[in-house]
């Protein structure tokens, strides 16, 4: 079966290109399930209701998330009542939400299972993403063969230690939140893909998605500023998998880079 892991979807520019892109996506590349990180798709930082949805109705099955999960309060009770979205499992127990779902395929009864793990390197305290997922392993390999991760993490270092960490236990680890799309994909010797970031659907002409002016205003200042997200043409970045859904290998990825017009 192909899964598709879109980066981190920023504001209304981000979601409009997904909506617009995703069904040619889907249908071209055979896409069975797609994942997306969406907690920058309100307003570019935080993720509420309306934006969730307007990723489900594009065809998104399932939305990962990450430290801005919490940036609007109206999604908590989506959080509790929603299985297509999820926040990172090794937040606190108490937390809102879960940090793994279990969906159906399009095309096959094939249950394929998503885990959001945070990291913790030059990121706001969390539980060890590395024991809390061992943890949960056991748990939801019950529930589905083919498991994929989004590792949202600042470090390159501990998105390249979570897919070798889970080589063989799961089926691609996939990393998200710096927006910026790394070049390292590939197959681990023990059939689980791996890409250090995925990339982010957002503003071409910005940085990570937000106003050129208002971040270099920053820099330059390091006075507090509005950070808007930016317009014009937006990449739709992301990678496609390939996995054997008897065994959940993986056999292949291969990254996607889109431009879709304003």
Avoid at 57 to 75: C, K, L, P, S, Y
């Amino acid at each position: 079966m192909r899964l598709l892991f879109l980066g981190d979807v920023v504001g209304r520019p981000g979601r409009r290109a997904v909506a617009a892109l995703l069904p040619r996506l889907i249908a071209r590349e055979g896409i069975e399930f797609v994942v997306a990180n969406g907690e920058n798709a309100s307003a570019g930082k935080g993720i509420d209701p309306r934006s969730a949805a307007e990723l489900e109705d594009a065809g998104v099955d399932v939305i990962t998330t990450g430290n801005h999960v919490w940036q609007n309060r109206e999604i908590i009770p989506y959080l509790r009542e929603s299985d297509r979205i999820v926040r990172p499992l090794n937040f606190a127990p108490e937390t809102p939400g879960v940090g793994w779902t279990v969906r159906k395929a399009r095309r096959s009864e094939t249950r394929v299972a998503v885990v959001n793990l945070i990291g913790r390197a030059f990121m706001a305290p969390a539980e060890c993403p590395f024991r809390t997922v061992a943890d949960a392993l056991p748990g939801i390999h019950r529930e589905a063969t083919v498991v994929l991760v989004d590792m949202h993490a600042e470090a390159t270092s501990e998105k390249v230690g979570m897919g070798r960490f889970l080589d063989g236990k799961v089926s691609a680890v996939i990393g998200s939140h710096t927006h910026v799309q790394t070049a390292d994909e590939s197959v681990l010797p023990g059939g689980t893909a791996h890409l250090s970031d995925a990339g982010m659907c957002g503003p071409e002409d910005s940085i990570l998605g937000v106003r050129t002016d208002r971040v270099l205003e920053r820099f330059l200042t390091q006075m507090p500023v509005r950070f808007d997200v930016a317009s014009g043409p937006v990449v739709v970045q992301g990678a496609v998998i390939d996995v054997d859904e008897t065994t959940g290998r993986a056999s292949a990825i291969v990254r996607i880079r889109e431009r879709v017009e304003a």
